[in-house]
């Protein structure tokens, strides 16, 4: 069965700061993974998909990585708002199935 | 473009009344369709998913049940709540053309079981 990690569980920094976010999966048998955001009390938004034959995927600010070997994903937001504060979720593919992990709360201080 | 729409928003039911949360989606065909529970500090839980109409696969063994009524509908419901069945459901829909899809989300409904 996947399983999938976020370490920190929150993190605190101050505006204009990038943000490192990990994720780690146990099976790396996967087809692609995925980056969420989550704001209090809402759905969760798509931020990032990349295929299990890349090995990072870009959008603005937003930069994520796959090393799948190591089971491991890391999303890089550069030079953070007050604005990114929100939860961040990583989810894992498995054809038809994606295993999430719990998630990291971002805060970030003006 | 494509829109997933989840009702109701919010609910409060009281334990052993029934429940019907539907979804639909908008913008596409034959979509593959998920039932998702968070429960506060927790992850997301898969509960149910359809790769077609009439095809439903349940994840966790529990007093929900899923149907597929037609293309783009998703329907969760439940005979009789229990209070462990408090959360916020959320709805997803992607492509059904295997696994290089992205997943997408409705708004959710928070549904608490006095």
């Known amino acids: 069965k996947q399983e999938v990690t976020q370490i920190p569980a929150a993190l605190s920094v101050p505006e204009g700061e990038n943000l490192v976010l990990n994720c780690s999966f146990t099976d790396s048998a996967i087809y692609n993974l995925q980056w969420f955001r989550q704001d209090p009390g809402k759905g969760l938004t798509s931020l990032l998909l990349i295929q299990s034959s890349q090995r990072e995927q870009t959008s603005g600010r937003l930069n994520a990585s796959l090393d799948k070997s190591s089971g491991r994903s890391t999303l890089y937001i550069a030079a953070s708002q007050p604005g990114d504060s929100a939860t961040y979720l990583c989810a894992v593919v498995d054809d038809y199935k994606l295993s999430f992990g719990a998630g990291t709360t971002v805060t970030v201080r003006a | 473009s494509q829109t997933i729409h989840q009702w109701p928003a919010t609910l409060v039911q009281p334990v052993g009344s029934p429940l019907s949360l539907e979804c639909t989606v908008e913008?596409?065909?034959?979509?593959?369709l998920y039932w998702y529970r968070q429960a506060a500090g927790r992850g997301l839980q898969l509960l149910f998913y359809?790769?077609?109409?009439?095809?439903i696969s349940s994840e966790v063994p529990q007093n929900l049940s899923a149907s597929r009524p037609q293309d783009r509908q998703f329907i969760l419901s439940s005979k009789k709540l229990l209070l462990s069945d408090s959360g916020f459901y959320l709805c997803?829909?992607?492509?059904?053309?295997?696994?290089?899809?992205?997943?997408?989300f409705g708004n959710g409904t928070r549904l608490t079981v006095t």
């Open positions: 359809s790769v077609g109409i009439g095809q």
């Open positions: 913008g596409t065909s034959n979509p593959n």
């Open positions: 997803a829909w992607r492509r059904g053309t295997g696994g290089n899809s992205p997943l997408h």
